[in-house]
């Protein structure tokens, strides 16, 4: 089955302590992007990646880390986090840009909370 | 910069009533234009799209959309509301070099479908 897997689910941690949400997809991708999403708000793009060893700045980038290794895997890294990453995190991958021309897929979401 | 409007945070109609969920952009370019939805504890789904040609856009479950340039509008419709159709619903617009670089979204409008 086509699908994004991210984990964990949901997760709870202190301020400062790192922590990486994994992502994979098993529909041989090349575009993976992680969003936000906060009430009011709607998705906001933290980083994208065209493909392996490619990876750019979203619109909210600050305090956020991704890397692209292989094709299927694209975590986000939160080297030091805060209160106010507390959101919900949204992994999508579509099979190439541009956007328009295929499909984006988006994982269940990440719900984190950073005390 | 793009931006995405959705009017209404909130919309609540009677199952059987029509559903118009309105969404308006700010583009200089032609956009590309979608809309998610959402159901709770899941990931998005993409219900249309449209990209060229037909300004009236069908897609999955019975919902519509019309693409007015002179409106800058992409409003949601559906004839007659499902209880199933309790959602999220997000618009949204691609945004980047011929639309590639990421998917731009309104800030998200819930949808409540009374008995």
């Known amino acids: 089955e086509a699908q994004v897997t991210q984990n964990p689910r949901y997760l709870i941690t202190v301020t400062g302590k790192k922590l990486t949400v994994t992502c994979s997809q098993n529909?041989?991708?090349?575009?993976m992007s992680w969003y936000r999403q906060d009430p009011g708000l709607g998705l906001r793009q933290i980083y994208y990646s065209m493909n392996v060893e490619v990876t750019d700045k979203g619109d909210v980038p600050e305090g956020y880390k991704v890397s692209r290794k292989e094709k299927r895997n694209f975590p986000l890294i939160l080297e030091s986090p805060s209160p106010n990453q507390t959101s919900l995190y949204f992994c999508a991958s579509s099979l190439s840009a541009p956007l328009f021309r295929t499909r984006a897929f988006f994982g269940q979401g990440t719900r984190l909370t950073v005390v | 910069a793009q931006s995405v409007t959705q009017l209404g945070s909130h919309v609540s109609v009677s199952e059987g009533a029509l559903v118009l969920l309105r969404c308006n952009y700010s583009s200089s370019v032609p956009p590309y234009l979608f809309w998610y939805v959402q159901y709770p504890n899941q990931g998005l789904q993409l219900l249309l799209k449209?990209?060229?040609?037909?300004?009236l856009v069908k897609g999955i479950n019975g919902f519509e959309a019309e693409f007015k340039k002179s409106e800058t509008s992409f409003h949601l419709t559906k004839p007659s509301a499902h209880m199933s159709d309790a959602a999220e619903y997000f618009c949204a617009v691609s945004e980047g070099n011929q639309g590639a670089q990421k998917l731009v979204f309104g800030q998200g409008t819930r949808l409540t479908i009374n008995p």
């Open positions: 449209y990209t060229t040609g037909a300004t």
């Open positions: 529909m041989n991708h090349e575009y």
